[in-house]
């Protein structure tokens, strides 16, 4: 940041009750962090009961949830504790904490090495979460405007409308930005240094002692790999949930110390053009640097000053960040010929695309993107793989679920590359797949593959994706229907049109409304929604231990997810609750093992009468057709 010097220190007085005043208290800290206060009495509000219960939320609602640590305990144990129990077990974690070491293990990487990953405990991954919530907006307010890894609202796609937008707007300037860094940095996560990593913590504005205590003891637990123990005294454990905020935070002075110099001279400054502008008539050179994760891009208008950058840098990752610069990955690049190689895609500088009007030629140098056509080749080939699997499926069942995961491969690399010039791309992975499905189906149908070849519009799977598309891919019969592989080229190419807007934070009142503005079709559920959770209700739990007792913590929580999606009304008669319609959250199979019996698509909310019709109550003879097919179909799932 330009001006280091921290103004105040505030401690924190923790009193919210509920999750709207959780979002108050993370908004609070976003702007004053931005005013450059820095903050004790964390702790408090990490260990919060709020706080533990939206950690709890948001863990649960991720897949890595069913993945069990060391310690072999999965999510699914905690939720059916008594609420009491899982919040006081938390809180007694915060005060003794002692991490226990990650289960390592293995993933296969683009270039088919293998990265390491950690698996914390799951109460460590709550205790991470929680301490996740607190420290974000306080980093946020302080970050880099340009970097886009492991950030809110920011994706892969942003970094690169980024750099298209600079290389744009020096269209008609001499100093056009058309040479590039391209950084490597060697073991990046592996090799951060806790110590300084520390202090660069407490710089950015986290100044309780207890918290960095924490992180001190999650940076040094270790990890457990064939049943070894291995000590972590550099690096921060990959798969740990505050690892992505802790790595933004290392870096963050590495940003700072290359924006200062062109891109944000002054960002307390109310003129940055200006300020800018300042620089360019003064004669220096300019330079735009552009982050994700550990991969960096610097841009400036010649190549002396690109290998001056690299040499400069070089030397400030090793003297200031401890860290090596790979002298071999790091290449100085020249967006007119070769372009850049940045998250999947490739950067160049080439003339515009000629149109009819002939006023519109021109011989400047814009930004295009295109996929990375080497990265992409190899993940069609991890494709053509999965297809080559389809002839070991027992049954066609098992078919048609492996074309569902090859389909959505399929939508994945599409969407990837989608704000890039990507019909190429996309046509080349149609024909590669079509090829390889030719050969399997061969195999597995001789006689009749070429009857198996049936037009898009008509298959069952993904229908509104296909609906219109008279193009052939093989499929397979499924009780009648057909069931087959889905097209790249469906997705179609969509630009980013503007660049990143930098007001977009889920940590401000206008940040959250420019985000469903740019998100128009997302409609996310208000953060200051009423409990539907009786606390009487929720205190009972506490003492309801027996064996198979339904109304564990789960429940509490899941039924909420149920009451959002049901919309606040019965799914039976679609009353809306009040005081005058009471309320009551039912089990649609009673009959399901503690472990299945509290999840959503088991719950439903229904009225009082409605409930107790279900429950075999008499149905009085004015009740609606429509609402008795309902209360009918209820009863059949509780009498299975």
Not at 212 to 220: A, D, F, P, S
Not at 461 to 477: C, M, Q, V
Not at 520 to 543: G, M, Q, T, V, W
């Amino acid at each position: 940041m330009a001006n280091r010097e921290v103004k105040s220190l505030v401690h924190l007085n923790v009193r919210f009750s509920k999750e709207a005043d959780l979002k108050r208290l993370q908004d609070l800290l976003y702007e004053k962090s931005g005013q450059n206060v820095s903050f004790t009495g964390l702790l408090e509000a990490m260990s919060h009961e709020v706080t533990i219960v939206t950690a709890v939320h948001n863990i649960k609602s991720n897949k890595g949830s069913k993945t069990a640590g060391v310690d072999k305990m999965k999510m699914d144990k905690y939720l059916q504790m008594p609420k009491e129990d899982l919040i006081q077990l938390i809180q007694s974690q915060f005060a003794n904490y002692k991490p226990k070491p990650a289960r390592r293990v293995y993933i296969e990487k683009s270039n088919g090495k293998k990265r390491p990953l950690g698996i914390p405990t799951v109460l460590d991954r709550i205790i991470q979460e929680c301490m996740r919530i607190v420290m974000e907006p306080i980093c946020e307010a302080r970050f880099y405007p340009h970097s886009y890894g492991f950030r809110p609202y920011r994706a892969q796609k942003h970094a690169i409308r980024d750099i298209i937008n600079v290389v744009n707007a020096g269209t008609r300037s001499p100093d056009q930005p058309v040479w590039a860094v391209e950084g490597d940095i060697k073991g990046c996560f592996d090799n951060i240094n806790h110590r300084l990593l520390l202090k660069k913590l407490w710089r950015i504005g986290i100044q309780d002692k207890r918290v960095l205590k924490i992180v001190g003891q999650m940076l040094k637990a270790g990890y457990v790999e064939s049943d070894l123990y291995h000590a972590t005294t550099i690096g921060t454990p990959q798969g740990g949930i505050l690892s992505p905020l802790l790595s933004n935070v290392y870096l963050n002075d590495f940003d700072w110390y290359v924006g200062r110099k062109y891109m944000e001279p002054h960002r307390q400054c109310k003129h940055k053009c200006n300020d800018t502008r300042r620089l360019k008539w003064a004669g220096v050179t300019p330079k735009y640097n552009f982050r994700y994760a550990d991969d960096w891009v610097v841009l400036t208008s010649t190549e002396r000053e690109a290998e001056r950058l690299k040499r400069e840098l070089t030397k400030y990752f090793r003297a200031k960040m401890k860290l090596e610069l790979s002298q071999e990955k790091t290449y100085v690049t020249d967006l007119r010929t070769k372009g850049i190689h940045f998250l999947g895609f490739v950067v160049r500088a080439e003339k515009k695309r000629k149109t009819p009007d002939h006023k519109t030629w021109t011989d400047n140098l814009v930004g295009k993107p295109f996929p990375d056509m080497e990265r992409l080749t190899k993940k069609i080939n991890g494709l053509q793989d999965e297809i080559r699997k389809l002839p070991e499926c027992r049954n066609v069942e098992a078919q048609a679920a492996q074309i569902q995961y090859i389909n959505a491969v399929i939508m994945g690399l599409a969407q990837y590359i989608q704000p890039s010039i990507c019909s190429f791309a996309y046509h080349e992975i149609d024909r590669r797949v079509n090829n390889t499905a030719l050969s399997v189906w061969k195999k597995m149908f001789p006689k009749q593959y070429n009857q198996m070849q049936q037009p898009l519009k008509t298959l069952c799977n993904l229908p509104h994706r296909h609906e219109g598309y008279d193009s052939k891919t093989f499929a397979i019969s499924v009780n009648g229907k057909w069931f087959g592989i889905t097209m790249a080229f469906i997705t179609h190419s969509k630009y980013e049109s503007i660049p990143f807007d930098q007001k977009m934070t889920p940590y401000t009142a206008d940040g959250r409304r420019r985000y469903v503005n740019y998100r128009s079709k997302h409609k996310p559920l208000p953060c200051d929604r009423p409990s539907i959770n009786d606390p009487k209700e929720i205190e009972l739990s506490a003492y309801a231990k027996g064996k198979g007792w339904k109304r564990n913590f789960e429940f509490y929580m899941n039924r909420e997810y149920a009451y959002n999606r049901d919309k606040g009304k019965c799914k039976c008669c679609g009353a809306y609750f009040s005081d005058a319609v009471p309320k009551h959250c039912h089990h649609v199979d009673n009959n399901l093992p503690i472990d299945r019996i509290n999840k959503v698509p088991n719950l439903a909310w229904l009225c009082v009468p409605c409930h107790r019709m279900v429950h075999n109550s008499p149905i009085p003879p004015s009740t609606d057709a429509k609402v008795v097919r309902k209360i009918q179909k209820y009863r059949q799932k509780l009498a299975k």
